[in-house]
């Protein structure tokens, strides 16, 4: 794990040393003083230096000491760990002379970013405030100045970034000890101290991903004709490439390929080692991008993948270094097709996803737990002693009831489209055409897809 650290509690506590910052005694001859606040943690080294390494002299007041006395974690505040946030900003453009300085901001917009915020960790902060006082007039002076701000509480900020969803917090008051004298008090200390406990909850936050958007360029693959015109069918595309979008199950990653004219894809079907097979020659992805030289930006640029259903799937960009021929996509999965609600007539369950996909005639389900549904590549017999007196088609889904196996989607009655997600490999799958087919792995004609740098 990389080093991180951004002062985070360090930024709490010095927001409360301000808050006690300010405050003044006025003395009776109508002399005001204002009193100083430290952080009161204190090496022994430093200690030794205000004190001019002496144990004769006595600390001065008024004072006031600040110190962190406890941090818990505050689990009635703890929220969903895997939730990301997502802000889009823009900020003006800025203006620089001749000689490459900063001098402004113009009135128009400038560079773009996406803030991914995760969500922060919450805790709760106690924070101890010494007084220092040498009279009980001094200690009263300081105690009511400070204590009118709280009713109940006081509102904190920590940082003027309004991008930064944890800056607001509350300041209480949990505890108040007027003194820490006994009574009878003596002559050992000069100094009365009076302690005020404060209570914050506060967030600790991992860091934000900030990505830099990508300006509009150029449109290499536009979906309209040069009319645009949203209801003619004939569509453009610069080079007259159509592409191959496929499921690398070496890497784990989705990559696009370049087809010309003389390439055929041929559809192997899913119990193949590759559902999809290319002929024809590799073209080099610069071949198209080179056109633009200067503007394709990896991890900025982006593909829109047009579905049957008129949604675009949305993916940023990157040219496999070790070949060229390839371009990786990092697909946005919010932009993934809805999957479609599956109810189990038994057990009223509704799921849009699968367990597994299963192959019955090696597959044996063994003791069965829970409901665990898979979609299955060949038909099941009632003969096989794996599956009991069951049976199936292929392409069928079924699902455990807790006593027998159940049929919640037979292939043969789907009239249209569906959409389901294999939770074992995350890997979203459609049924058309009497197929299943990853979701949107296959041929994108000329027209169907575009890339904006």
């Known amino acids: 794990m990389q080093w991180f650290y951004d002062g985070q509690i360090r930024r709490y506590v010095g927001q409360i040393v301000r808050m006690l910052s300010g405050f003044k005694y006025q003395s009776l001859d109508g002399k005001q003083t204002t009193v ?18 002496s144990e004769n002299k006595v600390s001065s007041a008024p004072r006031i000491a600040v110190y962190i006395t406890d941090l818990q974690l505050d689990r009635t505040r703890l929220a969903d760990a895997t939730h990301v946030s997502k802000v889009h900003i823009r900020e ?24 991914e915020r995760l969500m922060p960790t919450p805790y709760k902060l106690q924070v101890k405030a010494d007084i220092w006082a040498t009279n009980t007039d001094m200690k009263l002076q300081i105690m009511e100045q400070i204590l009118m701000l709280f009713n109940p509480s006081l509102e904190l900020q920590t940082t003027d970034n309004f991008v930064d969803w944890t800056s607001i917090s509350v300041l209480e008051i949990t505890n108040i000890s007027f003194t820490g004298r006994t009574i009878p008090a003596g002559v050992d200390s000069e100094i009365d101290v009076a302690s005020i406990t404060f209570e914050t909850p506060i967030y600790i936050s991992p860091p934000t991903k900030v990505k830099r958007l990508g300006v509009i360029h150029d449109i290499i693959m536009n979906i309209h004709d040069q009319t645009y015109d949203l209801d003619v069918t004939e569509k453009i595309n610069i080079g007259g490439f159509d592409i191959f979008v496929h499921y690398n199950k070496d890497t784990g990653q ?27 020659q590799d073209l080099n992805w610069r071949i198209l991008l080179d056109q633009y030289a200067g503007k394709f930006r990896a991890g900025s640029s982006q593909i829109f993948l047009e579905q049957t259903n008129g949604n675009f799937i949305v993916g940023t960009l990157a040219i496999n270094p070790a070949d060229e021929t390839k371009l990786v996509i990092n697909f946005d999965q919010d932009t993934y097709n809805t999957n479609t609600p599956i109810i189990g007539d038994t057990t009223g369950i509704t799921r849009g996803n699968v367990d597994a996909i299963i ?57 249209q489209i569906v959409y389901i997600t294999n939770l074992r490999t995350g890997v979203q799958y459609k049924y058309e055409d009497s197929e299943w087919t990853r979701a949107f792995e296959g041929e994108y ?3 169907s897809w575009k890339i904006v740098l």
């Open 36 to 53: 100083p606040v430290m952080y009161g943690d204190l090496t022994r080294q430093v200690a030794s230096i205000i004190k001019d390494n």
């Open 359 to 415: 192959n019955p005639e090696t597959f044996n389900p063994g003791i069965v737990t829970g409901n665990p549904r898979y979609l299955i590549l060949n038909d099941i017999d009632t003969t096989t002693d794996a599956w009991g007196n069951f049976s199936a088609k292929a392409n069928d889904i079924i699902e455990w009831t807790g006593t027998a196996w159940e049929i919640v989607l037979a292939a043969t009655s789907i009239e």
């Open 254 to 280: 989705y990559n696009a390929e370049l087809l010309d004219p003389k390439t055929a894809v041929i559809a192997l079907g899913d119990d193949a080692a590759e559902a999809w097979q290319k002929t024809g």
């Open 92 to 115: 003006r453009e800025k203006l620089y002379d001749t000689a490459g300085d900063f001098v402004g901001y113009s009135n128009t917009q400038g560079n773009g970013y996406t803030v």
């Open 445 to 447: 004609q000329k027209g």
